[in-house]
């Protein structure tokens, strides 16, 4: 389901207003917030005034606007750091993995006529003006050639491209000073990795390119089909690809646990085969890239702006540390989270009795792998009793190599989906054949 019509910011200045806008929104709603509080006789602090549901509600509005980097990071935000956020701001930034505003017509026809020339219309048999998607950087529609093949168009939103550097910096800042993210988050990681990432996800030539490559992967897997671009129809600001009918994953959650365990079999599988087997993964973990066709139990892929190359080195790293895993082997898995770049031997040497209680949490949960449960997670508030300590040492703060991260999302990604489908998974057997692989 797509939202209202509103126009994209293109320009600078147009851009630059809107950042404007919500800062003026957040201070206004802080003074009205302090007026009702103090009339309630209460002497509220100034964090309490920024976090409040109305200016969270005021900053995601905003973003969702304004769409590509700025839409972009609220996202990344909240599935990444979703457990170091307040819950009201985790609930509500959770809103931009949804559908945002979509063009209105007027600035759709400017793009498609820059793209395909004024008569256009000519090249289709039907041109569905409604877009069946609308995501952080374009919208996609339905469309019909003469020949009756049917195609899935993917628009980008005007000055997208131009604006991702700016963007980024600018909901950063307004993140920060408004109080709206935890003082002791250190974005900066998500912040380059945003960037790069929606440069890449910015050209659609290469989208096109990785499409047909990761098609070409998954040829031997009837469980996935992957469209294939129309290369004719694609320039800078579209892209055209087959439109394939099938309904959004979540759907599985109402399914019975047999369906979703298939399902997560199949996707975190593909996470494995990706790291170990392709060296190449798609590295958006966003749920709305995957959808389901009930009638055949198929997952569509979709997406693949953020697809790239895995680091060899990353490859190892993740091998050593399901090897030591497997094994139990607690020291092992130090020395590969190190080797990985995810701790540093400096958080070792100061909060190592601290790591090292987790590691012995997550070696435990090896136990039953063998159906491995993802709605149990009671472990996690295990893990979590050990993190403010870690964190609030700021003098040990470490930033993973962007080619871990980018790995990690996907596979984070893939969990939270897991345990969003309540699944029951084989965990061992399926990473067993990987646990060696060097």
Same mark, same amino acid.
């Given at each position: 389901?797509?939202?209202?019509?509103?126009?994209?910011?293109?320009?600078?200045?147009?851009?630059?207003?809107?950042?404007?806008?919500?800062?003026?929104?957040?201070?206004?709603?802080?003074?009205?917030?302090?007026?009702?509080?103090?009339?309630?006789?209460?002497?509220?602090?100034?964090?309490?005034?920024?976090?409040?549901?109305?200016?969270?509600?005021?900053?995601?509005?905003?973003?969702?606007?304004?769409?590509?980097?700025?839409?972009?990071?609220?996202?990344?935000?909240?599935?990444?750091?979703?457990?170091?956020?307040?819950?009201?701001?985790?609930?509500?930034?959770?809103?931009?993995?949804?559908?945002?505003?979509?063009?209105?017509?007027?600035?759709?026809?400017?793009?498609?006529?820059?793209?395909?020339?004024?008569?256009?219309?000519?090249?289709?048999?039907?041109?569905?003006?409604?877009?069946?998607?609308?995501?952080?950087?374009?919208?996609?529609?339905?469309?019909?050639?003469?020949?009756?093949?049917?195609?899935?168009?993917?628009?980008?939103?005007?000055?997208?491209?131009?604006?991702?550097?700016?963007?980024?910096?600018?909901?950063?800042?307004?993140?920060?000073?408004?109080?709206?993210?935890?003082?002791?988050?250190?974005?900066?990681?998500?912040?380059?990795?945003?960037?790069?990432?929606?440069?890449?996800?910015?050209?659609?030539?290469?989208?096109?390119?990785?499409?047909? *490559?990761?098609? !070409?992967? @998954?040829?031997?897997?009837?469980?996935? /089909?992957?469209? &294939? =671009? $129309?290369?004719? #129809?694609? +320039?800078?600001?579209?892209?055209?690809?087959?439109?394939?009918?099938? *309904?959004?994953? !979540?759907? @599985?959650?109402?399914?019975?646990?047999? /369906?979703?365990? &298939? =399902? $997560?079999?199949? #996707?975190? +599988?593909?996470?494995?085969?990706?790291?170990?087997?392709?060296?190449?993964?798609?590295? !958006?973990?966003?749920?709305?890239?995957?959808?389901?066709?009930?009638?055949?139990?198929?997952?569509?892929?979709?997406?693949?702006?953020?697809?790239?190359?895995?680091?060899?080195?990353?490859?190892?790293?993740?091998?050593?540390?399901?090897?030591?895993?497997?094994?139990?082997?607690?020291?092992?898995?130090?020395?590969?989270?190190?080797?990985?770049?995810?701790?540093?031997?400096?958080?070792?040497?100061?909060?190592?009795?601290?790591?090292?209680?987790?590691?012995?949490?997550?070696?435990?949960?090896?136990?039953?792998?063998?159906?491995?449960?993802?709605?149990?997670?009671?472990?996690?508030?295990?893990?979590?009793?050990?993190?403010?300590?870690?964190?609030?040492?700021?003098?040990?703060?470490?930033?993973?190599?962007?080619?871990?991260?980018?790995?990690?999302?996907?596979?984070?990604?893939?969990?939270?989906?897991?345990?969003?489908?309540?699944?029951?998974?084989?965990?061992?057997?399926?990473?067993?054949?990987?646990?060696?692989?060097?």
């Amino acid at each position: 389901m797509t939202g209202d019509a509103r126009k994209v910011p293109a320009g600078r200045l147009a851009r630059l207003g809107a950042f404007g806008q919500i800062a003026a929104g957040v201070a206004g709603g802080v003074v009205a917030e302090g007026a009702r509080r103090l009339a309630q006789g209460e002497r509220p602090r100034m964090a309490d005034l920024l976090l409040t549901p109305a200016n969270a509600t005021r900053v995601t509005d905003q973003l969702s606007r304004l769409r590509g980097a700025a839409m972009k990071l609220g996202q990344m935000i909240s599935l990444d750091a979703g457990d170091m956020l307040p819950p009201e701001l985790t609930q509500i930034l959770s809103r931009l993995r949804e559908a945002g505003n979509i063009m209105p017509p007027a600035q759709l026809e400017k793009v498609l006529a820059q793209s395909w020339g004024a008569g256009w219309r000519r090249k289709f048999r039907r041109f569905d003006a409604r877009p069946v998607a609308a995501a952080s950087i374009g919208q996609v529609h339905r469309a019909e050639l003469p020949d009756g093949r049917v195609l899935a168009i993917k628009v980008q939103y005007p000055g997208v491209a131009r604006s991702i550097d700016a963007d980024v910096d600018n909901v950063a800042t307004l993140l920060k000073v408004s109080g709206l993210l935890p003082a002791g988050l250190d974005v900066a990681p998500l912040l380059a990795e945003a960037k790069r990432q929606l440069h890449e996800e910015a050209d659609y030539a290469r989208e096109a390119a990785q499409m047909d *490559r990761y098609a !070409d992967l @998954l040829a031997d897997d009837p469980r996935f /089909v992957v469209p &294939r =671009a $129309m290369l004719e #129809l694609t +320039g800078p600001q579209v892209l055209a690809m087959d439109y394939i009918d099938a *309904r959004p994953i !979540d759907v @599985l959650e109402s399914a019975d646990q047999d /369906v979703r365990d &298939r =399902a $997560m079999v199949a #996707l975190l +599988g593909l996470v494995l085969r990706e790291l170990f087997e392709f060296g190449f993964m798609q590295t !958006d973990p966003n749920f709305a890239n995957y959808r389901w066709q009930p009638a055949t139990g198929t997952i569509v892929a979709l997406d693949f702006g953020a697809a790239r190359a895995v680091d060899p080195d990353v490859r190892k790293g993740y091998a050593a540390l399901l090897t030591a895993g497997f094994h139990g082997d607690a020291a092992g898995v130090r020395a590969a989270l190190i080797n990985v770049g995810f701790i540093s031997q400096a958080q070792f040497d100061r909060h190592g009795e601290a790591l090292d209680r987790i590691i012995a949490v997550i070696l435990a949960q090896l136990d039953r792998a063998d159906d491995f449960d993802f709605s149990d997670r009671r472990f996690v508030e295990q893990i979590r009793a050990e993190i403010p300590e870690i964190a609030a040492d700021r003098a040990s703060w470490h930033v993973p190599p962007a080619e871990a991260l980018f790995v990690q999302r996907k596979i984070s990604g893939t969990v939270l989906l897991a345990v969003r489908m309540k699944a029951r998974l084989p965990l061992k057997s399926m990473v067993a054949p990987y646990a060696n692989v060097q």
